[in-house]
């Protein structure tokens, strides 16, 4: 494994402090992108033993290295950050049931239609202006700055990793111009996995437009899936259903590559509800 390029993004605790928090926790530590897989079936086997209690579903990690995340998301894991003793862990996490939907199958309300005509779109216009918007509504929010600069330095090297690509949703307040709600998240062939999101609580509506438009552009770019992360009531109410923790392995292992998704842009900024009946129109709604 290549060593982060800033010294910032070495965990800040030594090998017997994490090695401690592994054992305490029963979270395995990858020391590198060839202990993944075993990271992986650790996880699965104390799945079978713990049959009656939570299941496992996190590995540590040493530092924030960009290839060592990209071939985690590789292999299904999603990462985020953990905080142990005020210090940012790098945290790889296998859930036991992702939940997610097909673009396709989106489910979109008549208030949400009607709400989305005030709002405009625009993808990965203001990356730095979503984080700064996220962070400020998320006073514990996982997206450490070691994991961002991370994902930065993916994006800027697609080709080096699996070809992911990091993104950007905004959506607009059209008569104001303010950013209403917004969401990032990574690509993976086929596969559009969210990381986090917000929305101003001023502007009605404007979360689950953002989620609508979120998914008539991925349903527009050929997307076969679209990873919603952990289970909650408004993804469910979206279509989101559950997939284990196998059948998802499996499920990214065929979506990964050779994915005939277009490319994920916006030339211009799109009115919310022209992009949201265009995607009914084509699912022949």
């Known amino acids: 494994m290549r060593r982060p390029q800033n010294p910032a993004d070495l965990v800040r605790l030594d090998i017997k402090s994490l090695r401690h928090i592994s054992r305490v926790t029963g979270y395995p530590l990858v020391y590198s992108t060839v202990s993944l897989d075993r990271a992986a079936a650790l996880l699965e086997a104390a799945s079978v033993h713990q049959a009656d209690e939570e299941a496992p579903e996190f590995c540590l990690a040493l530092t924030f290295d960009p290839h060592l995340i990209s071939r985690a998301v590789y292999r299904g894991f999603f990462p985020m950050t953990i905080t142990v003793w005020e210090v940012p862990i790098m945290a790889l996490k296998l859930h036991t049931e992702r939940c997610l939907v097909r673009p396709s199958d989106v489910i ?50 697609s080709a080096d990793h699996h070809g992911m690509r990091i993104f950007s949703f905004e959506v607009w307040d059209s008569e104001t111009g303010r950013l209403a709600a917004a969401e990032l998240g990574y690509t993976l062939g086929g596969i559009y996995t969210s990381l986090t999101g917000a929305f101003d609580r001023r502007f009605s509506g404007a979360g689950a437009v953002q989620l609508a438009v979120t998914g008539a ?43 005939t998704a277009a490319p994920l842009v916006l030339d211009e900024p799109m009115n919310c509800r022209e992009l949201i009946d265009q995607a009914s129109a084509a699912r022949g709604h």
């Open 217 to 259: 552009l991925l349903q527009q770019c050929g997307f076969a899936c679209w990873d919603l992360g952990m289970e909650m009531d408004y993804k469910r109410a979206m279509g989101g259903q559950q997939m284990p923790r196998q059948q998802w392995k499996e499920h990214v292992a065929r979506l990964r590559s050779g994915s």
């Open 108 to 157: 979109t309300s008549r208030s949400v239609r009607r709400r989305a005509r005030r709002y405009v779109c625009t993808i990965n216009q203001r990356q730095a202006d979503v984080l700064t918007f996220i962070r400020n509504r998320h006073e514990d929010c996982w997206l450490s700055p070691q994991l961002w600069r991370s994902f930065c330095a993916i994006d800027e090297a």
